[in-house]
């Protein structure tokens, strides 16, 4: 049996402990970054001391191995930048799907064209004094870069102060130009500083649209500015009351979430073209319910410029006093039907009797006794065949037209159909 010294036994052991940790490290590198094991237990098995220095072993023996150490070393090398982009993995980037991507594109094309509206009306306390108070909230569209929003009238109804705030959390005091009832759409503006470019949201066309098309809504509901969300076209051409108690036409119905909020806000197509105006919901909860309404943008076109104009839609009415009819007046007047409207009066001289519709002409107290209607006369029941039930009908029927423009009038009397051409008038 040999004998070492002490110093051989210090630098034996160094040596040894330094072999053995670089010999560790190379072999746990390798095969943690390939992911394999000989035996395919997908565990790193630690190579011991022992097992590269001898019990016994000299010097001779010890450079052997650090001989050997450095071919490893060197085959190592050689497996690392040959099979460099298994050890060091690189990330995927993100993917999205085409649909995804029209959602982003839309979403970063026109959410800083949407507003958030708020308002203040005047109410009045105990003793008829009268004081500010937060009134209702909606959504907006800027249409043109001189400040002109459109929205719903029902969003700025009884306001004494409106407010917009953009996309950069400003805000700014606005003003109406106009508002139409039988549409259910207003144009606000506020005057934007100077330097500042506004986006805008152009419109679409409306009339073109299928059901099953995919459409976006951008709005503020709850409060919570340019959220976005997606559905179809779900029905075309719906003929909805709004709560100014009027029948909008062909409005287009969508399963994109509509929640309080949401009034004002557009309703794009895919290409971010507004091709409608997000108005109300049907829902029994007050909230979304998968049914949502959008005033269509072929009748926006038309109104908006009307409004920005005149401040009012040029819009064509029958020169004529009307009465909804019911089963008391059809009882009392002997009207065979109890439905459509009554011609209650109708101006001397003017397009509607120049056409041949009759008034009435007995007098009585209407309603609460302080109003007094004339019974006798023509009752509508179609307009250029719309059937015509109520008030709300009659608005509706007329709602496209211009003054000037010829209508075909069916009117009941002494019960039988009559068939009148009407001119409108200016309203």
Known sequence: MKLYSRGQMVRSTLIGAGIAALVVSILSFRFYSSHKKADGSGETKAIEVSELVADGSDGSELSAASDG?????????????????????????ASYTQEELQNINVYALCNEAVVNINTQIVAYDWFLEPYVQDGGSGSGSIIDKRGYILTNVHVIQNASKIY??????TQYEAEVVGKD????????????PDGMVLKTIG??????????QRVIAIGNPFGLERTMTTGIVSGLGRPIQNSNNRIIRNMVQTDAAINPGNSGGPLLDTNGRMIGINTMIKSSSGSSSGVGFAVPSETAVRVVSDLIKYGKVQRGKIDAVFVQNSQRIARYAGIDIATGVLVSQVTNGGKAAAAG?????????YGSRRDIIYIGGDVITKIDNIAISTLADYYSALESKKPGDIVTVVVRRNRKDVVLKVTLVES
Request: a negative charge; proline letters at 3%; glycine letters at 8%.
């Open 69 to 93: 150490l450095s071919e490893t070393i060197e085959a190592d090398t050689s497996f690392l930048q040959q099979n460099a982009a298994t050890v060091i993995p690189v990330a995927n980037t």
């Open 164 to 169: 917009v705030s953009l996309f950069d959390g």
């Open 181 to 192: 009832l039988d549409s259910d759409l207003a144009v606000i503006k506020f005057t934007p």
């Open 203 to 212: 419109f679409g066309d409306s009339a073109a649209l299928k059901v099953g």
């Open 357 to 365: 519709m009759q008034g009435g002409t007995e007098a009585v107290y």
